[in-house]
């Protein structure tokens, strides 16, 4: 897999996409990151814009929502997904992608992974090569300065508790009940979500994928990573050994082959991976489970989320793309 990352200042974006973008895909949310990277670019740049948005959240992303149908005007469609129903969502993302596939000319997509939903980027980032085959395909994520800014690291918080743990749609796995499970937590700041659902889960082996702080994307408390990776190390103490393994928050190539590498030591298992760490990386999950159809994906929506105070923006994004796409640039 080729796919070049670019850092760059949002200030400067916009002059780094040398050509237009038939089709931009973004979500609308409750932490006002999702504007970040839209009202960089330019609208004459953007020929056709999917705005998605999570019907359950509403009254907490509605203004967000407002903002980036004026930025796009009548280039843009709303979208509403359910974020307690993954079938119903799977299936407005396909029904939207198959008509604008229909309707327009679709050779270079942009998708803004900074504020989906694990699950729905997830389930997104399996439908679009399925429905735009040759398309170009460019990922855009913003960058964090902080989450929970009000709090010190010890007492951030971004979700509260978890609901149902279910497989992803589009990465159901193989999955043998006479197999012992192999189970992949990506750890993030949700240290007590993950420790939640490695107790429901009870896997045989359990295995913490982390970042470090020489490739955190967040501007402050770039060891986060390793400070929760120890809180959910003490809170499944029940594990008499846990393996650990780095992956790369800002390259999801090189986290799609720090996986790879890992579950090829457990080829007579259940594999089941839990992203919890940012979307950059989540993006290299999906790779691997793509590659792999053995690997299942799992996901547990959180009961309660930090609607007021989730993240502030940062200042840059990152830019992931194929080296024939309209964003050109430096490598990271």
């Known amino acids: 897999m080729k796919l070049m990352v670019n850092k760059y200042k949002l200030n400067v974006l916009n002059e ?25 670019i330019e609208r004459s740049k953007i020929k056709n814009a999917i705005i998605f948005y999570m019907k359950d959240s509403n009254q907490y992303i509605n203004d967000n929502k ?21 079938l119903f969502t799977a299936d407005r993302m396909q029904e939207i992608l198959v008509d604008y596939s229909q309707r327009h000319t679709i050779e270079s997509i942009m998708v803004d992974i900074t504020t989906f939903t694990h699950e729905s980027l997830l389930i997104l980032l399996r439908l679009i090569p399925i429905v735009f085959p040759s398309a170009l395909i460019t990922y855009a994520y913003a960058n964090a300065q902080e989450y929970d800014a009000d709090n010190e690291k010890d007492d951030k918080w971004l979700s509260k508790g978890i609901g149902e743990i279910r497989s992803v749609l589009g990465y159901p796995g193989e999955i043998l009940p006479v197999r012992k499970t192999h189970l992949i937590v990506v750890v993030g700041y949700e240290y007590e979500r993950a420790t939640s659902i490695i107790n429901a889960l009870e896997p045989s082996i359990l295995a913490l994928a982390f970042g470090r702080s020489d490739n955190a994307t967040t501007e402050k ?8 990776l120890h809180l ?13 393994f780095e992956v790369k928050c800002n390259d999801p190539v090189e986290t799609c082959k720090k996986i790879e590498t890992h579950i090829s030591k457990y080829s007579d298992m259940n594999i089941v991976i839990v992203p919890l760490n940012n979307k950059i990386s989540t993006l290299g999950v999906a790779f691997a489970a793509i590659s792999n159809p053995s690997i299942q994906l799992s996901y547990a929506p959180a009961l309660a989320y930090n609607y007021t105070n989730y993240s502030k923006p940062g200042d840059s994004c990152y830019i992931m793309n194929s080296p024939h796409s309209a964003i050109k640039g430096k490598v990271l």
């Open 221 to 228: 408390d770039k060891d986060a990573n390793e400070h929760y």
């Open 16 to 40: 780094n996409i040398s050509e237009s973008i038939d089709l931009f895909l973004c979500t609308a949310s409750f932490e006002s990151r999702c504007l970040s990277v839209p009202q960089n």
């Open 66 to 86: 407002t903002i980036l149908q004026r930025h796009f005007k009548d280039a843009s469609t709303c979208v509403e997904l359910i974020h307690k129903d993954p």
């Open 232 to 244: 959910v190390e003490q809170m499944a103490s029940s594990y008499q050994e846990i393996e650990r």
